[in-house]
Nanobody, 122 residues
Framework: QVQLVESGGGLVQTGDSLKLSCTTS????????MGWFRQAPGQEREFIAC????????YSADAVKGRFTISRDNAKNTVYLQVNNLMPKDTAVYYC???????????????WGQGTQVTVSS
């Protein structure tokens, strides 16, 4: 089992950048395929990006491709989401998730953090 804690969110202006972190404890991070999702008020949870166990492969949603980058440091038990050129439509709670197989589907992930709020003002 693994516990996930997100951090790094905040209130920013359009065009700003943030680096979100997902720090894990319990079972080694290298055991898990990792993903980032977000959920805006009144909307369904949305896939953002995922990364393979060693970080050798990543995939991002079209909505964020070129602006958001997922990475991981298994030695530090941390997964990152670098978010650049933020826009008001990026306002949401951002979640990291851990699973055992490559997937974009939120229902296939086994463990979730509590989320970190990102608010982008215009």
């Amino acid at each position: 089992q693994v516990q996930l804690v997100e951090s790094g969110g905040g209130l920013v202006q359009t065009g700003d950048s943030l680096k979100l972190s997902c720090t894990t404890s319990g079972r080694a991070l290298s055991s898990y395929f990792m993903g980032w999702f977000r959920q805006a008020p009144g909307q369904e949870r949305e896939f953002i990006a995922c990364i393979s166990w060693t970080g050798g492969a990543t995939y991002s949603a079209d909505a964020v491709k070129g602006r958001f980058t997922i990475s991981r440091d298994n030695a530090k038990n941390t997964v990152y989401l670098q978010v650049n050129n933020l826009m008001p439509k990026d306002t949401a709670v951002y979640y990291c998730a851990a699973g055992f197989r490559p997937t974009l589907r939120s229902e296939d992930y086994n463990y979730w953090g509590q989320g970190t709020q990102v608010t982008v003002s215009s």
